[in-house]
């Protein structure tokens, strides 16, 4: 008796009634929020006619002293709440990481980590505008707020994922638990670290621009104001010059990473000899 062969591509049925059902709810979600199709092509005429009203970008010289004013304020806002925030996400990163910490001091950690997460910038700067006022406090208190949720929760699990046989070897030398982290843990971690850090100092740029429209500084302000003005022109060169400012921190995070995730210069960071590959064969020798 001849058997036919197994075919090789069964029909997944769950999945083609997932992508229905997901299909059905998009275009019912469509029809509750009014997204019809003469709504559409009638925004694409008043796109055309606010285009057309921002070209070209107005760089005068008192607006150009109003651009040059607003980048740097939220460049300065940006690099302070990266740095604070930074200095503060490592130890709770390190005191969340659940293989290092025991739940007594990994689940508080981790409840400051949520409470971080929860909110958007633009929400934690609203709250500090009312509590501080206006102006670049409130914004880099938002930022700083938003930069420990992120790279802490990532530099715990970052660490969660760590071997733990050159930590076990740095410890059974009879180093104290300082040297443990700076020998066992860090080495391993400090490339992706670094990679949040940048990331992070990236976004803080981006995000700096927007909590100015609320009042936190920077020069979202200055764009917010430009749009109450019905001055597109200006609107287009502020546009402009943000991108140019998060361009230049792209190339700045790339130099950064290029030059500190070295080995070399990892050694240096961790003493004479130490790399996370000198460290790891250690550990793999004890």
């Excluded at 709250?127 to 420990?148: D, M, P």
């Excluded at 699990?157 to 410890?171: M, Y």
Aim: net charge positive; with cysteine; hydrophobic share 55%.
């Amino acid at each position: 008796m001849t058997t036919l062969p197994r075919n090789p591509f069964p029909v997944n049925w769950p999945a083609r009634f997932g992508w229905l059902a997901l299909a059905a709810y998009v275009v019912w979600a469509a029809a509750q929020l009014d997204f019809t199709w003469s709504r559409f092509v009638s925004g694409l005429d008043n796109a055309q006619r606010f285009l057309s009203r921002m070209f070209p970008p107005n760089f005068s010289g008192d607006k150009w002293e109003m651009i040059v004013k607003g980048l740097t304020e939220s460049l300065e806002i940006a690099i302070i709440a990266s740095a604070i925030g930074i200095i503060i996400a490592l130890p709770i990163g390190l005191m969340s990481a659940r293989n290092l910490s025991p739940v007594w001091i990994s689940w508080p950690a981790r409840l400051v980590i949520a409470l971080c997460r929860s909110f958007h910038p633009v929400i934690v700067a609203i709250i500090f505008v009312k509590a501080v006022g206006f102006g670049a406090i409130a914004g880099i208190g938002a930022l700083v707020i938003a930069s420990i949720g992120f790279i802490s929760k990532l530099f715990a699990e970052a660490i969660e994922e760590i071997s733990l046989k050159q930590v076990e070897a740095v410890r059974a030398s009879g180093a104290s638990f300082f040297n443990v982290l700076t020998y066992g843990v860090l080495p391993q971690v400090f490339g992706r670290f670094l990679g949040f850090c940048t990331y992070q100092l990236d976004s803080n740029l981006r995000n700096s621009t927007m909590v100015g429209i609320v009042g936190a500084g920077g020069v979202g302000g200055t764009l917010f104001a430009a749009f109450q003005r019905f001055d597109y022109d200006f609107v287009l060169a502020i546009l402009i010059s943000i991108i140019s400012l998060i361009f230049a921190g792209e190339i700045l995070s790339n130099i950064l990473r290029a030059v500190f995730l070295d080995n070399k210069t990892i050694s240096g960071w961790f003493g004479k000899g130490t790399s996370t590959t000198t460290v790891a064969k250690r550990g793999e020798e004890e």
